[in-house]
């Protein structure tokens, strides 16, 4: 299935973030965040928080920052 939305983050983690809770939220849980890594700049396990706590499945996130 297509994306519902394609995120640009422009490497900041502070989207990357945000729009991932949006997407937990969404109906269609189908947004592509396209820098996984900037997180990790304040936030190192956020995306296993995500899986873990909003039930976020995390598939097609790219790894660039």
């Known amino acids: 299935e297509r994306p519902v939305a394609w995120i640009d983050t ?28 900037c997180v990790g700049k304040t936030y190192p396990l956020f995306w296993d928080h995500c899986q873990s706590l909003l039930g976020l499945q995390l598939y097609g996130v790219l790894m660039t920052c």
């Open 10 to 37: 422009r490497n900041d983690h502070r989207l990357a973030m945000s729009f991932a809770v949006l997407g937990s939220v969404l109906q269609q849980k189908r947004i592509v965040i396209d820098s996984k890594a």
